[in-house]
């Protein structure tokens, strides 16, 4: 264990000559080199801890038909790794896809003790973020299994090839540069504890798949892409907002956007799109151009009676008429009495 130092250059690459190496531990240094994929070698790690170095560059191609087979934990999280995520290196970890160790008792990395009568001793302790929050890990169970390739420049999709790892706790793939949708393959991960896939590009909706996840307890999907409804059932009903804040256009229980109706309206028969149209048509061609012309019209004669009244002092005819009509009602009655 060489974590916590100040280690700085490349990775001496003699670590690959270890074979019997179990653990590897070089977290939290300033150690600048590529991505150690050479460790693919050593067949007894079941450890890989990386976090907080300068590992940069894609992860290059494996060389051996069986890369890293009793890996169960590897955390490279906080590096400056970039491309996308090797589905060949993810085929390979056979120790995160067996299912064979779930039915065990608790049991912890150990080393039979060098000293006659002393029994096993405990030789492996690492620091790993767990469901949100860091733990420091004092015994490692063998159980454990972990990725977490967090705070990175990862990039693509998601590889649909992560749903094998049957045996897999705690996914997380948060602060990076993924885009395209959730795979619903995730679904088949019936062991996880701990889901992370927050600050990324992510988009469509949440795959229904992942309330399957009985064991599931940690939750990010916040400050993406995604649209549509959250799934609704068994424990996914506990998750909060806090869960998927930053994603407009999510809906649904946990949040304060309600979806309403998404039942799109049945399409239109032939006819009655016909009729829409027809009566568009009259609306748009006939109503408005109807009002547009007699408000125009009214306009310009308006404005034609007004310059006269203006120009002669009054309409002549207008007040003969009007003065017609007070002489007519002036008149006295004359009555006509018709004798019988």
């Given amino acids: 264990m060489l974590n916590d130092n100040q280690l700085q250059g490349s990775l001496p690459?003699?670590?690959?000559?270890?074979?019997?190496?179990?653990?590897?531990?070089l977290g939290n240094n300033?150690?600048?080199?590529?991505?150690?994929?050479?460790?693919?070698?050593?067949?007894?790690?079941?450890?890989?801890i990386l976090r907080s170095n300068r590992f940069h560059g894609a992860i290059g191609n494996c060389q051996t038909k069986?890369?890293?087979?009793?890996?169960?934990?590897i955390d490279a999280s906080h590096n400056v790794l970039t491309g996308a995520l090797p589905t060949e290196i993810l085929n390979n970890f056979a120790a995160m896809k067996s299912s064979e160790d779930d039915q065990k008792g608790v049991e912890y990395m150990t080393k039979d003790s060098f000293f006659e009568?002393?029994?096993?001793?405990?030789?492996h302790s690492v620091s790993l973020i767990i469901k949100g929050v860091e733990?420091?890990?004092?015994?490692?169970?063998?159980?454990?299994?972990?990725?977490?390739?967090?705070?990175?420049?990862f990039e693509g999709q998601i590889p649909?090839?992560?749903?094998?790892?049957?045996?897999?706790?705690?996914?997380?793939?948060?602060?990076?540069?993924?885009?395209?949708?959730?795979?619903?393959?995730?679904?088949?991960?019936?062991?996880?504890?701990?889901?992370?896939?927050?600050?990324?590009?992510?988009?469509?909706?949440i795959p229904t798949e992942l309330v399957n996840l009985d064991f599931l307890e940690f939750l990010n999907f916040s400050e993406n892409r995604l649209v549509g409804p959250i799934p609704r059932g068994r424990h996914f009903d506990t998750f909060g907002d806090?869960?998927?804040?930053?994603?407009?256009?999510?809906?649904?229980f946990a949040l304060a956007k309600d979806c309403g109706d998404t039942e799109a309206p049945p399409p239109a028969t032939p006819w009655e799109a016909k009729q829409q149209y027809d009566d568009s048509e009259?609306?748009?061609?006939?109503?408005?151009k109807a009002v547009l012309l007699g408000y125009g019209c009214g306009l310009v004669l308006g404005s034609v009676m007004g310059g006269l009244v203006f120009s002669t002092g009054k309409p002549r005819w207008f007040v003969l008429i009007v003065e017609e009509s007070v002489k007519l009602r002036r008149r006295p009655r004359k009555w006509i009495h018709i004798r019988t």
């Fill in 30 to 48: 300033k150690i600048d080199d590529k991505f150690p994929v050479w460790l693919e070698i050593l067949s007894n790690l079941g450890v890989l």
């Fill in 117 to 123: 009568g002393k029994g096993p001793y405990y030789v």
């Fill in 13 to 25: 690459r003699s670590l690959a000559n270890c074979e019997g190496l179990e653990l590897l531990d």
């Fill in 242 to 252: 806090d869960s998927y804040r930053g994603n407009l256009d999510l809906c649904g």
């Fill in 66 to 73: 069986s890369p890293f087979p009793l890996l169960r934990i």
């Fill in 160 to 205: 649909e090839n992560i749903g094998s790892l049957h045996s897999l706790q705690t996914l997380s793939l948060a602060h990076n540069n993924f885009s395209g949708p959730i795979p619903k393959a995730l679904g088949n991960l019936s062991m996880l504890e701990s889901l992370d896939l927050s600050w990324n590009r992510l988009e469509g909706t």
């Fill in 135 to 153: 733990y420091s890990l004092e015994r490692v169970l063998i159980t454990r299994t972990v990725i977490d390739l967090s705070s990175n420049r």
């Fill in 282 to 288: 009259f609306f748009d061609g006939f109503t408005w």
